[in-house]
Each structure stands twice: as structure tokens, then as C-alpha cells.
């Protein structure tokens, strides 16, 4: 982002702690599932930064239409499986605002390959978009977001990251997803003395899933329907309220019964 866009996104109105302070960053923001969390925790008054990887028209668009509401917003390009770009990323954000409130760890990837056919580099892909980014993201952000009182971090996952069970033709997503519910629950006891809750939160299928396993919710969802945005956003604002303080390490799944 250039230097002008960048210093009038971080104007700054309120009390130090009011919410209109607090800081989030979206990995994976400008699109999708991400770009619906940007827009909503603007909407609850966040400031908030939109991490992106190539989608910087989208991502662009995205903060002047939040602006335009009258709210703050500042993309970043960083791709999160790597940790210099992820560095650059916080300390943008420690020299922009001082502050991390919220990390919502969106960004993963998916596969769906039988492993005979699945490739190395396609496998550490997978690793790295799912599960290394969680652990880069959030150890790099810790430092910040210690200092405040109440951090709150999330992970996007899916619905049957708790189990272990086969999972043919999507083993690696899978145990990608599996591995960040570990290092949700192992944060989740670290951080607790700082404050910091941890949780995933796991959608079935999205309705704008490009992979489903039937193109009919009826067939396999039990609610019947596929997951809106919606769903998941009023599990997230829960979670990263004052009353959810002491809940953490959770996973939370959002499927209309599907995969539980
Ligand atoms: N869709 C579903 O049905 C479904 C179901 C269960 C769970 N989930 C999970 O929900 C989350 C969001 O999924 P989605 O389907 O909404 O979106 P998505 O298609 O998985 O991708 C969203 C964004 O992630 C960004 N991204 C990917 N790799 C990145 C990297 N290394 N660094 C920075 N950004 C990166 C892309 O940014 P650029 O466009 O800028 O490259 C993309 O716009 C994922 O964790 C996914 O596994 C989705």
C-alpha cells in the first residue's frame, strides 16, 4: 500500500480503549469468508487490516469502501507462509496503530487429491497455507498483543478438524486442519496467563465453496442448507466479546450438523 493511503487509515478517534481503538488483522482478507470478517468487524468499529497475497484490487476496494463508511482500514500484502513477509506485516501494524486486539488466522488453502497422486510440493503447500501460517502469524503478533488486556485470536478451520479419522481424498487439508486445532489448544494454555483467548471456529461447507461433496445441502447437511457468512459471524463476535474472556482453547463447529 503507498505511504498516503497507509497514513489516513490510521486517524485515530476515541478513548484509548475504546472500541473504536481496537486493532484486527484478517489473514486472507480481501476475498471471501475474509473480506465478509473485515467488513463486519469494521462495521462493530475494529480498525482493521486486510492481509492479502494478489488480490491488492479487491483488497484496495475493500478499505475505501470501509472507509467510506466512516471506519479504518489499511491492506497489507504479506504472504503468511512466509515469516519475512509476515515480520513486515506486524511491525507495519506496531508502527501504524501500536496495538493488535485481534488476529483472525483465515488464510487455508485446500486439496482434494487421492495421496497416491498428491504432490511434495503439494503437500507442503498445504502444511505451510494451513498450519505453518498459523504458527507464524500468531507467535510474530504475540509480542503486541500481549500488551493489551484481552487478545483474542481465531482460527478458521473445518468442521471435522477434531476428528481423527481417514479422510480419503483430503487427508493432508485434514490433518493440516488437525494439526492448527493442537496448536489452538497448546496457545490456548500458554497465552491464557496473558490474557489471550485461542479458538477455532470451523465452517461446514461455505455456499460459495468451489468443492462441495454434493452441489445439494439436502444430501448430506442435516440443517439442510450450506453455512452462510452470517453463521459464522455471530460465533466469531461471541468470541472475541468481553464475556468470552474465559473461554478458550475451544473448537467451535458452525455445519448444521453436518460432520460432528
Ligand atoms: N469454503 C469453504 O466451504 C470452507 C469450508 C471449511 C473451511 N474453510 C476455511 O475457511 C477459510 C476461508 O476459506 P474461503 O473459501 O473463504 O477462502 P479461500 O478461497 O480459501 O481464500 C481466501 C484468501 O486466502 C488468501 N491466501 C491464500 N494463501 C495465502 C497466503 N499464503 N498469504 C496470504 N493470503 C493468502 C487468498 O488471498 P489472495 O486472493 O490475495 O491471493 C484468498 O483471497 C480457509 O481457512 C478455509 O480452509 C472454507
Known sequence: MRKTAAKKSVRRTGSPDSKSERVALVTGGARKLGASICRHLAGRGYRVVINYRTSRVQAESLARSIRGKGGEALPFRADVTRE???????????????????LINNVGDYLEKPLARVSTEEWEEILRSNLTSVFLCTKTALPLMRKR?????????????????????????????????????SLAVEEAPHGITVNMISPGTIFNSVKKPSDTASDYIPAGRFCRYADLLGMMDYLLSEEAGYVTGGHFVVSGGYAI
Open 84 to 102: 519475512r513477509d509476515v515480520k513486515r506485516m506486524i511491525d507495519r501494524v506496531k508502527r501504524s496503530f501500536g496495538r493488535l486486539d485481534v
Open 149 to 185: 488486556p484481552a487478545g483474542r485470536i481465531l482460527v478458521v478451520g473445518y468442521a471435522p478438524a477434531g476428528k481423527l479419522a481417514a479422510s480419503p481424498r483430503c487427508a493432508v487439508y485434514h490433518l493440516a486442519k488437525t494439526g492448527a486445532l493442537i496448536l489452538t489448544k
